[in-house]
Antibody, heavy 118, light 105 residues
Framework: EEQLLESGGGLVQPGGSLRLSCAASGLIFSNYAMNWVRQAPGKGLEWVSVISGSGDNTYYADSVKGRFTISRDNSKNMLYLQMNSLRAEDTAVYYC???????????WGQGTLVTVFS | DIQMTQSPSSVSASVGDRITITCRASQEISSWLAWYQQKPGKAPKLLIYTASTLQSGVPSRFSGSGSGTEFTLTITNLQPDDFATYFCQQANTFPWTFGQGTKVE
């Protein structure tokens, strides 16, 4: 069974850093582009970043560009999100996800909560 | 960036009703649109991709249509399990973007 499991969330002060991890199992990890999507408390979904299956290509939302870095280790079936210069508005549940495009391959983790507070 | 505008933001409905949710893209996205259902505290669940393809296992009372800039999600014979929030998402151009959501209550 395909599974994505995030970890690394927690409390951090503004300006601080945090690294999220996502462990994938039950699928051929390197076949999939991987995304981070976040959801602030009581708000909608916001796409954050994507990395291609090979790791060669990355894209970011304008709101995190220059502060967040997505990466992956296909040998370990792991996805990462390095978050620097965190702001209060980065407070959210962060999901790792495989999102559909041509096919219905779509998997989401359970999410990890990041709270930025002073 | 492509803006996705959903309407209505909320809809009051009853079991057995037919409801339609609209999603408009600020520019042409062909058929690169997905619809999700989300319940509180849970990750979104894919309902529809490529605008009208029903995801495996999703009941046939859900349907999607549209292309270009205007899309609809229709739920016929609304069931108790369908009371949730629904989001559209464009997959045409990065950054991928979501609509703001429609709460069915």
């Amino acid at each position: 069974e395909e599974q994505l499991l995030e970890s690394g969330g927690g409390l951090v002060q503004p300006g601080g850093s945090l690294r999220l991890s996502c462990a994938a199992s039950g699928l051929i990890f390197s076949n999939y582009a991987m995304n981070w999507v976040r959801q602030a408390p009581g708000k909608g979904l916001e796409w954050v970043s994507v990395i291609s299956g090979s790791g060669d290509n990355t894209y970011y939302a304008d709101s995190v560009k220059g502060r967040f870095t997505i990466s992956r280790d296909n040998s370990k079936n792991m996805l990462y999100l390095q978050m620097n210069s965190l702001r209060a508005e980065d407070t959210a549940v962060y999901y790792c996800a495989i999102l559909p495009r041509r096919t219905g391959d779509c998997y989401w983790g359970q999410g990890t909560l990041v709270t930025v507070f002073s | 960036d492509i803006q996705m505008t959903q309407s209505p933001s909320s809809v009051s409905a009853s079991v057995g009703d037919r409801i339609t949710i609209t999603c408009r893209a600020s520019q042409e996205i062909s058929s690169w649109l997905a619809w999700y259902q989300q319940k509180p505290g849970k990750a979104p669940k894919l309902l529809i991709y490529t605008a009208s393809t029903l995801q495996s296992g999703v009941p046939s009372r859900f349907s999607g249509s549209g292309s270009g800039t205007e899309f609809t999600l229709t739920i016929t014979n609304l069931q108790p399990d369908d009371f949730a929030t629904y989001f559209c998402q464009q997959a045409n151009t990065f950054p991928w973007t979501f609509g703001q959501g429609t709460k069915v209550e």
